[in-house]
């Protein structure tokens, strides 16, 4: 007897057979009318047999014209191997298209600058370069690597805490010492996925991961002060958090600072500089004097 077709949502199927993609950039792509089924475009939630042979020839079309990269993005280099190379992100970019239509982003500027990366691109193993992450407003140190085998070795080291960073950041207040330390867990906010909470904070979506910063004032500017901020944990927005949980959230900080529409001062970025990165003797600096001087 013929066994019955199994059938799957069509954003799964495509997920089955685009591993790189995303849950997100897969209904995206249904979203754009990118796949269709018997020339009609699938949406969200239709069901599909997982045999299927659907017509995809847009969405590869619009994958490969992803995969060329950004000729237009210009960045600074820091440092460059032939596995590597660390360059000083911008603000307002990030380092990986979080979206299906995203092609401004760290990694496309090097799918342009080096076509040998191209084919990591739709691979489950690495669907993008960066094997860390900054948020879009911080600016400074991000690590791009050339291969999988390099970019498995960086999410290796991050992950047994074997990496130290360190942030510059403009805090709002008058910090009661010149050095101390924050050691408080954080977690997803359940009320908003776009945020993260410390552990002070109440009921917080599991897993709550430990974290710890050290701060270091370097200089106060009245009402605000520049500090040196050194992590090995690497948590989601974990220097903003423990901050702004001390008291001192960032200038420019609309997600973690309380008062923030009440600032006459607003930058448009929450102003944080990732300004070192140091694996036993690899140790890079990213140039810093302009953000020092900013305010």
């Not at 237009?72 to 820091?78: A, E, F, N, S, T």
């Not at 690597?145 to 942030?167: C, D, G, I, M, P």
């Not at 991961?209 to 009402?223: E, H, I, K, Y």
Request: net charge positive; aromatic share 8%; charged share 25%.
């Amino acid at each position: 007897m013929e066994q019955a077709p199994k059938f799957v949502r069509a954003e799964k199927w495509l997920m089955a057979h685009y591993p790189a993609l995303s849950r997100r950039q897969a209904q995206e792509a249904l979203l754009g009318r990118l796949v269709l089924k018997d020339g009609t475009p699938l949406k969200k939630g239709d069901r599909v047999a997982e045999q299927a042979d659907l017509d995809v020839r847009a969405l590869e079309t619009h994958l490969e014209r992803l995969a060329q990269g950004n000729a237009k993005i210009v960045l600074d280099v820091l440092y460059e191997d032939s596995d590597l190379v660390v360059v000083d992100k911008p603000a307002g970019m990030h380092g990986h298209p979080l979206s299906l239509w995203e092609d401004e982003t760290v990694t496309h500027w090097a799918l342009h600058r080096y076509p040998e990366t191209r084919l990591a691109l739709r691979t489950k193993i690495q669907p993008c370069l960066t094997p860390h992450r900054l948020d879009v407003g911080t600016t400074g140190i991000l690590l791009v690597s050339k291969t999988q085998e390099n970019y498995a070795l960086w999410r290796r080291r991050f992950a047994l805490h074997e990496v130290s960073k360190k942030y510059l950041a403009w805090c709002w207040g008058e910090p009661r010492e010149t050095e101390f330390a924050i050691a408080l867990g954080i977690g997803h906010d359940p009320a908003d996925a776009s945020r993260m909470l410390p552990e002070t904070a109440g009921k917080l979506r599991t897993p709550v991961l430990p974290a710890s910063t050290q701060v270091s004032v370097l200089a106060t500017r009245g009402d605000r002060f520049l500090c040196r901020a050194t992590t090995q944990t690497g948590v989601t927005h974990q220097v903003r958090v423990h901050l702004a949980a001390a008291g001192y959230p960032l200038l420019g900080d609309s997600l973690y600072d309380p008062h923030f529409t009440d600032r006459q001062d607003r930058p448009p970025w929450a102003q944080l500089r990732a300004s070192e990165i140091q694996h036993k003797n690899f140790c890079l600096q990213s140039p810093s004097e302009r953000f020092i001087t900013l305010f």
